[in-house]
């Protein structure tokens, strides 16, 4: 059947499809008219023709004036300030001024602001036996007579007897501010119900592992610092060594605390040593050195240390005097090197040398061993061990032993030796300059403790030598008197890396000394 002789289908027109609107404009969704008649009122969305309303057929439709909205800012509902506009407040401080623990105040705000921060949480770690009692107690005493405040003490190893024994030994009898909780066994909720009763401005728990709770040690200390914040306490917390030597869970009670600080005894004697560990408030990584006495810790002023007659005139072997709180100690620096790889012509071979240090800041010594390469000349593609000398447990971050560090390493590098009543001290820069760092100090301990020149970048003093560096490079310009090792004046001198111009030069001086 051909399409013409298809029945007509009423419903289809022409083909055409029918007619749903889709011609018509379609109206802009969400959007108001622009175009209304100021007359009749009926709004367009475009104007009708010749201007015309359809409505009332008088020529007054206008386009619509639409009024900017200014864009809402988003309200800060969290407290977010830029630091120009933050305010700076320093947290109150109070001055201890505990006349024989004068560093005290150093060691819990820091050198700019000394003093107990109101409202800090402090731990004090330590051995058995180091003095915590004898640093807590008077800190105790002291903040009842400044601020009329109630002290509590907490103890869970001590009955009250004895607690109170050592308060009246150190000047507490009488100090009816001083409030004891003490038995074995006491809980955390125990401490908490006596805070809350008798509203203390400062509390002192001893210890933090032996206080019964759910929980860890970091645990009950992170309960114990959200209580003390929400009752406005100030909180002093001491820490015991296990018996390995290691504080219990030191590393998150570090965290959580606001001050850190580690009470050491000396392994002989009765020397204390208090190293700054963490300080919010500043200070931190200071040490200072006591002495354990009838009365308790006092501090220790003046010097002590390795004598210049203890000492063996030996390479890679220098004396530095170091800065410990009030006191300054002459320590040896000790190093060893490992011999150049070379290659079949007799040349170093380059190569990433092992770096070694004990009790030394390992950072510094990166960056000194880099200095000697690049300013003094001696290749470092060795393995360097260095150890400071001291009966002290911690890293020593005094700034005034980076120049006995780069003598050690040169003086071991080229086989000779500073005499044995000769000290060297001073602070490196990253540019490899000498810097004074407490230079009279050192100088007087090193006086005091017979010693008869230094090297340094300091004054020159009566009766005592000082040979002045400027550079790290000086080391080697500046040494006061040469002396040679023993195993190296041989005909055959085969030692790799040696200068064996410096050797000859030298050599016919170090002879006659030797």
Same mark, same amino acid.
């Given at each position: 059947?051909?399409?013409?002789?298809?029945?007509?289908?009423?419903?289809?027109?022409?083909?055409?499809?029918?007619?749903?609107?889709?011609?018509?404009?379609?109206?802009?969704?969400?959007?108001?008219?622009?175009?209304?008649?100021?007359?009749?009122?009926?709004?367009?969305?475009?104007?009708?023709?010749?201007?015309?309303?359809?409505?009332?057929?008088?020529?007054?439709?206008?386009?619509?004036?639409?009024?900017?909205?200014?864009?809402?800012?988003?309200?800060?509902?969290?407290?977010?300030?830029?630091?120009?506009?933050?305010?700076?407040?320093?947290?109150?401080?109070?001055?201890?001024?505990?006349?024989?623990?004068?560093?005290?105040?150093?060691?819990?705000?820091?050198?700019?602001?000394?003093?107990?921060?109101?409202?800090?949480?402090?731990?004090?770690?330590?051995?058995?036996?180091?003095?915590?009692?004898?640093?807590?107690?008077?800190?105790?005493?002291?903040?009842?007579?400044?601020?009329?405040?109630?002290?509590?003490?907490?103890?869970?190893?001590?009955?009250?007897?004895?607690?109170?024994?050592?308060?009246?030994?150190?000047?507490?009898?009488?100090?009816?501010?001083?409030?004891?909780?003490?038995?074995?066994?006491?809980?955390?909720?125990?401490?908490?119900?006596?805070?809350?009763?008798?509203?203390?401005?400062?509390?002192?728990?001893?210890?933090?592992?032996?206080?019964?709770?759910?929980? !860890?040690?970091?645990?009950?200390? $992170?309960?114990?610092?959200?209580?003390?914040?929400?009752? =406005?306490? &100030? #909180? /002093?917390? @001491? +820490?015991?060594?296990?018996?390995?030597?290691?504080?219990?869970?030191?590393?998150?009670?570090?965290?959580?605390?606001?001050?850190?600080?580690?009470?050491?005894?000396?392994?002989?004697?009765?020397?204390?040593?208090?190293?700054?560990?963490?300080?919010?408030?500043?200070?931190?990584?200071?040490?200072?050195?006591?002495?354990?006495?009838?009365?308790?810790?006092?501090?220790?002023?003046?010097?002590?240390?390795?004598?210049?007659?203890?000492?063996?005139?030996?390479?890679?072997?220098?004396?530095?005097?170091?800065?410990?709180?009030?006191?300054?100690?002459?320590?040896?620096?000790?190093?060893?090197? !490992?011999?150049?790889?070379?290659? $079949?012509?007799?040349?170093?071979?380059?190569?990433?040398? =092992?770096? &070694? #240090? /004990?009790? @030394? +800041?390992?950072?510094?010594?990166?960056?000194?061993?880099?200095?000697?390469?690049?300013?003094?000349?001696?290749?470092?593609?060795?393995?360097?061990?260095?150890?400071?000398?001291?009966?002290?447990?911690?890293?020593?971050?005094?700034?005034?032993?980076?120049?006995?560090?780069?003598?050690?390493?040169?003086?071991?590098?080229?086989?000779?030796?500073?005499?044995?009543?000769?000290?060297?001290?001073?602070?490196?820069?990253?540019?490899?300059?000498?810097?004074?760092?407490?230079?009279?100090?050192?100088?007087?301990?090193?006086?005091?403790?017979?010693?008869?020149?230094?090297?340094?970048?300091?004054?020159?003093?009566?009766?005592?030598?000082?040979?002045?560096?400027?550079?790290?490079?000086?080391?080697?310009?500046?040494?006061?008197?040469?002396?040679?090792?023993?195993?190296?004046?041989?005909?055959?001198?085969?030692?790799?890396?040696?200068?064996?111009?410096?050797?000859?030069?030298?050599?016919?001086?170090?002879?006659?000394?030797?």
């Amino acid at each position: 059947m051909s399409k013409t002789d298809m029945p007509e289908d009423k419903n289809i027109k022409d083909n055409k499809p029918e007619d749903k609107g889709l011609n018509k404009p379609e109206k802009p969704k969400n959007k108001k008219p622009d175009y209304f008649c100021i007359s009749c009122k009926k709004e367009y969305f475009s104007i009708p023709p010749n201007g015309y309303c359809a409505s009332c057929g008088k020529p007054k439709v206008r386009k619509r004036e639409v009024e900017k909205k200014e864009k809402e800012k988003p309200v800060d509902i969290i407290g977010v300030s830029s630091l120009k506009n933050a305010e700076l407040k320093n947290a109150p401080r109070i001055r201890l001024d505990i006349s024989n623990l004068s560093f005290l105040d150093l060691a819990l705000g820091g050198d700019e602001i000394p003093g107990l921060i109101i409202g800090s949480h402090t731990i004090l770690a330590g051995q058995s036996g180091a003095g915590k009692s004898s640093v807590s107690i008077p800190v105790a005493i002291r903040y009842t007579e400044l601020t009329k405040e109630k002290v509590l003490i907490a103890s869970s190893e001590e009955d009250e007897a004895a607690v109170k024994n050592r308060a009246v030994r150190f000047g507490g009898k009488g100090n009816d501010r001083i409030l004891i909780l003490a038995k074995r066994g006491l809980t955390v909720n125990e401490i908490k119900q006596a805070c809350i009763l008798h509203k203390p401005g400062l509390v002192i728990i001893d210890s933090i592992q032996e206080v019964a709770g759910e929980g !860890s040690d970091p645990h009950k200390y $992170e309960d114990f610092a959200k209580f003390f914040d929400e009752q =406005k306490i &100030t #909180s /002093f917390c @001491i +820490n015991q060594f296990t018996k390995d030597g290691n504080f219990a869970g030191s590393n998150k009670l570090k965290h959580k605390s606001d001050v850190f600080l580690l009470l050491d005894k000396d392994e002989v004697g009765e020397g204390r040593t208090l190293k700054v560990d963490k300080n919010r408030g500043g200070g931190a990584g200071l040490f200072y050195r006591m002495k354990m006495t009838r009365k308790g810790l006092v501090d220790e002023i003046g010097a002590d240390g390795i004598l210049p007659d203890e000492r063996e005139s030996i390479s890679g072997c220098v004396a530095c005097p170091v800065i410990i709180g009030k006191s300054v100690k002459i320590i040896e620096i000790i190093c060893n090197l !490992s011999e150049y790889d070379v290659d $079949e012509e007799g040349n170093v071979v380059k190569r990433s040398g =092992k770096r &070694t #240090s /004990f009790k @030394i +800041n390992s950072e510094r010594l990166e960056m000194i061993c880099s200095f000697i390469e690049d300013k003094c000349g001696i290749p470092m593609s060795r393995d360097v061990y260095i150890e400071a000398i001291t009966d002290d447990e911690f890293v020593i971050n005094d700034p005034g032993i980076d120049l006995a560090i780069a003598a050690t390493i040169i003086s071991q590098a080229n086989r000779y030796t500073l005499p044995t009543d000769c000290a060297i001290f001073g602070s490196i820069d990253v540019l490899g300059r000498v810097g004074a760092s407490h230079d009279e100090e050192r100088i007087k301990a090193l006086i005091s403790m017979g010693y008869k020149s230094c090297c340094s970048s300091g004054k020159k003093t009566q009766g005592f030598m000082v040979y002045k560096l400027k550079r790290i490079e000086d080391i080697m310009k500046s040494w006061p008197k040469y002396h040679l090792s023993t195993d190296i004046l041989g005909d055959e001198i085969n030692h790799k890396g040696l200068d064996k111009k410096l050797v000859e030069s030298i050599k016919k001086e170090s002879l006659s000394d030797i």
